[in-house]
């Protein structure tokens, strides 16, 4: 994936001053900002999201949905509403339904906010393996934890979008 140029301003607040950026396949990259948000229908409830999100992407089954949630540990809240859940559990959802279609390109913003231990450490292996099998996943946070554990690290600093020298590409 490749994006050039790219501005972005909520009302007079300017956020993004022309960010260049190439994902590279296979890549487990980080771009660490501002605090950002997630947003759910709080009204319908997770089998509700994730049948919704399958005919959007228009797939003959759930089966890779199953799989990530049993992958996050989360498959007993499938009658829940959006509404009730924990933050985390929110989250978990919000993973599950960025990768249900199997995307070449993941692009996740603040994927791990409100995860237990036990589950973080399974996010980072499931975004391992993801990267290990040619996908390319770009985590943005406003956190930069576990640094290491990225191929390329960015950091969003007055709109611009810069190298981080922690991460060796």
Sequence with gaps: MEVRD???AY?????????????????????????GAVVLNDALTVRQHLTFFQRAYR?????????VMDVLGFAEYADERAAVLSGGTRQ????????MHDPQV?????PYQGFDWD????????????????RSV?????????????DELWRL?????RPDQAVAA
């Design 6 to 8: 790219v501005h972005h």
């Design 11 to 35: 009302r007079q607040r300017v956020v993004l001053r022309g960010i260049d950026i190439r994902l590279r396949a296979g890549t487990l990259c980080g771009i660490v900002g501002e605090n």
């Design 59 to 67: 797939l003959a089954d759930l089966r890779c949905a199953e799989q």
């Design 92 to 99: 978990k959802l919000n993973v599950t339904l960025a990768l």
């Design 106 to 110: 993941l692009l996740l913003d603040e």
């Design 119 to 134: 589950t973080y450490q399974r996010f980072w292996e499931l975004a391992a393996r993801l990267r290990d099998t040619g």
């Design 138 to 150: 770009l985590v943005v946070s406003h956190l930069a934890y576990d640094t290491e554990r990225l």
């Design 157 to 161: 600093d007055d709109g611009l979008l």
